[in-house]
């Protein structure tokens, strides 16, 4: 006979795997349940391994026999890390995308808790000069500039540097350092916090009437859930808006949770909070190391960091005493995550803040068209800010009409002309070009053999510098052709303009003035942007060109003329979104212009001037633009106005994933009340890394039948024969059709 206990025997753990359940385990001997709580970590015997789960619920029963049910093999916590906040986020996130719980609450751990390192905030190697090394004449060093640089570096640095601070001001540091080491200098110390703290302050301006009302509105949603859409052109002074949201809560003793969408964007809105705020803030985003990211979580959950400043996962943090959330740029597409586990941390937010009762703050100057439609349907109170902030005027738009324009390698002579007059006059030029590399692709002016990638649809992208031609989409390289493989010509040209080959034109049309590329090779070294705007923030550099990476939020102030290089890219997209996206993304980049004391200019250039969307750019009118945007989509019932999710297969063979999304369509429309299902059909770019891909639309007019559909749906999926020879998965709210 079993001994009758008072206290649950039976731990239900969730663990990151494939399978959507909750798995029962005994406690190990010698415990008792009173030492076990949900949102505790355990170690657990798991197949032929062991893993690391979650405590989700203990209770008296289970299903499996009790002897044959295996014991934990090991608590790794005395009190939970999850807090039950955190713990029924994490459950309500798994419901809504469809998603096994235990990768959920496995996503919300920085890594090292999950690979089961013990939640204490430790120290991290920090680097400072001693004595000897304070003491040392730089100019000694005349030999060896990268350590007198270094020195100098750390003469002038306040406190000790992190490897992640060095990262960002010193390329290459460590082996410099090593040599000053070695000479006696430098000591090496484990600090225990990394909070940072002001090394400048800045206090805030009076605010304008509108910036008035929207902290007023915000104040005045303090304690309660509220959903705010901040929609404010760029330059309006959205961010001292957050600070007077920010500071009235630090001023009730509760926490801010600040989501970014990128890092390039962090570094700014950080020095910014820094000097306003003389509190510790928390920092969590990738390109932390696993100790700094452990030790900023730990802090933010045990209320030590009155401030949390993270990119999309930091949502999931747990936060002692959380009075607002507060997400900047809310249309960026960075908040959804992509793969595995597809939440969107905007949304994601705006449950937590309705679970917590506190405001959430979408800030915007292209709110994506979800949120406006929320404002309009009176779900979010909608918050306009309609003018710039101080005395920068919007910015002067015209579109330069291509059309039988002689071209200068991309460049019309209006916009060549442009350039020489702003840089004449001793201000910073910013051009846009959303192509890296130097070419999209390479072709054969004989045959016209384009370069292909074997394992993709797609060509492969030119980079001269580095003489190769590269997919951007699986990665695949070779050296450049000598000769065409049809034709055996050797008259190979560049095909079409790259931020590469664009930089080599402004180079030799403007060779007295510095030119600064910004995309994704030009940054690939950690730390490397940050150097980058540094340059164009102190004056050096004059035209600064790029990518997409340049639109996001920096502040330029010295930048007087945009100008957009090809604005004809995004006006035809596959994808329902694309237009959405180049508007957001011209308006963001054109708002780059004239954010000093000097009024901006910014030139368009396009094949199609009449085209109603580029109207509603030099408009300044983003609210038109969107709202005939929002009339198609109405119209054509696409989202807002529909939900959405898309099952998406691929395999290595074309007819596998059309051949399940099928099966899982005839499973689906049998099903009462079923979605509308729409496909299968190939995704745009059908073979990608060498497998072919699918997908099937699913829509619904509520929501509610979208997941009610989706929850009877699913499991039927993993039963279907064909279910183990594709990969496939769910996406939620999906925002990208590639
Ligand atoms: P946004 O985030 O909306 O693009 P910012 O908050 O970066 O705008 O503000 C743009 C610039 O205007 C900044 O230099 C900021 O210091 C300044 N600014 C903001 N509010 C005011 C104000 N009320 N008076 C004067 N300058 C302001
Ligand atoms: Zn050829
Ligand atoms: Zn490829």
Known sequence: MQTVSALPRILQVAIPSPLPQTFDYRLPAGHSAAQVAPGMRVRIPFGRSEKIGIVVALADESRIDHARLKPVLELLDQEPLLSPAIQSLAQWASRYYHYPIGEVLSATLPTLLRQGEPARVTGEKVWSLNEAGGA?????????????????????????????????????????????????????QQQTT????????????????????????????????????????????????YFSAVEKVLQEGKQALILVPEIGLTPQLLKRFQARFAVPIALLHSALNDRARLNSWLQARAGDAPIIIGTRSAVFTPIKNLGIILIDEEHDLSFKQQEGFRYHARDVAIRRAQQAAIPVVLGSATPSLESLHNARQGRFQHIILPERAGNAAHPQIRLLDLRQQKLNEGFSTAMLQAIQHHLDNGQQVLLFLNRRGYAPTLICHDCGWLAHCQRCDAHLILHKSRRLLRCHHCDSQRRIDSQCPDCGSVDLRPLGQGTERAAEALGERFPDHEIIRIDRDSTRRKGSLQALLKQVEEGRGQILLGTQMLAKGHHLPNVTLVGILDADQGLFGLDFRASERMGQLIIQVAGRAGRGESRGEVLIQTHHPEHPLLNGIIAHDYSRFASELLTERSQALLPPFRHIALLRAEASSRELPNEFLSAAREAGVQLPNAAELLGPIPAAMERRAGRYRAQLLIQADQRARLHNFLRQWLPQLSQLPLAKKVRWSIDVDAMEFS
């Open 136 to 188: 040392i004449d730089p100019a000694t060093l005349k030999r060896a500039p990268r350590q007198r640089a270094l020195l100098t570096l750390l003469q002038k640095s306040q406190k000790a540097l992190s490897a992640h601070e060095l990262d960002l001001q010193f390329g290459n540091w460590r082996a410099i350092m090593r040599h000053l080491l070695d000479k006696g200098w430098v000591e090496i």
């Open 194 to 241: 990394l909070l940072t703290t002001a090394t400048e302050s800045s206090s805030a301006p009076p605010l304008n009437a509108a910036q008035h009302a929207a902290c007023n509105a915000i104040h005045h949603a303090l304690g309660r859930f509220q959903t705010l859409l901040l929609d404010g052109v760029t330059g309006s002074g959205k961010t001292e808006v």
